[in-house]
T-cell receptor, first 109, second 116 residues
């Protein structure tokens, strides 16, 4: 099955700085790569996604890049704000989702 | 956007009892629903894929006789944790795939199960 690895597991940045989270996947059949933000005790919220026919996608302060050859994709958050603090999960899907292990992001005011 | 509900939102039960969790897609039809389990400070682990009108497909290591899944209609899937034990205490989250929106998946709010 698919194996999704995510790094780092924890990340602290100063407000206004950028944050980058990276994921790798193993199944070349995976063709959809969403990123979720999860606050404690709540459901994951989709923040951005990318499909395998696209290399980069941007939505305001959030961007995702995908390198299909290397089987890795990354989340970039610019101009971070304290409300960006949460756990972020990447996922890869061929038929089912497989989630990364999560990154706890703390934005220090 | 598409809404997925889960009921109950939290449940406390005694060891040995069974607990049923419902997952409903409220404004779209979902031929496929997924059940995840999430332990504190850990990632979501896919337990099983639930297809309407057919048997669920379980991930390796998930006991199908312990976690019974029924997907009787296009808007409802249920997960029953049978003979629950304290180690089953977890956050259970369902998701539903909306074929009408290019296969986007929407998560339910989750059910916090505590087994005493």
């Amino acid at each position: 099955g698919e194996n999704v690895e995510q790094h780092p597991s924890t990340l602290s940045v100063q407000e206004g700085d950028s944050a980058v989270i990276k994921c790798t996947y193993s199944d070349s059949a995976s063709n959809y790569f969403p990123w979720y933000k999860q606050e404690l005790g709540k459901r994951p919220q989709l923040i951005i996604d990318i499909r395998s026919n696209v290399g980069e996608k941007k939505d305001q302060r959030i961007a995702v890049t995908l390198n299909k050859t290397a089987k890795h994709f990354s989340l970039h958050i610019t101009e971070t704000q304290p409300e960006d603090s949460a756990v972020y999960f990447c996922a890869a899907r061929a038929n089912q989702f497989y989630f990364g292990t999560g990154t706890s992001l703390t934005v220090i005011p | 956007g598409a809404v997925v509900s889960q009921h109950p939102s939290w449940v406390i039960c005694k060891s040995g009892t069974s607990v049923k969790i419902e997952c409903r897609s409220l404004d779209f039809q979902a031929t496929t629903m997924f059940w995840y389990r999430q332990f504190p400070k850990q990632s979501l682990m896919l337990m099983a894929t639930s297809n309407e009108g057919s048997k669920a497909t379980y991930e390796q290591g998930v006991e199908k006789d312990k976690f019974l899944i029924n997907h009787a209609s296009l808007t409802l899937s249920t997960l029953t944790v049978t003979s629950a034990h304290p180690e089953d205490s977890s956050f259970y989250i369902c998701s539903a795939r909306d074929l009408g929106t290019s296969g986007l998946e929407f998560f339910g709010p989750g059910t916090r199960l505590t087994v005493l």
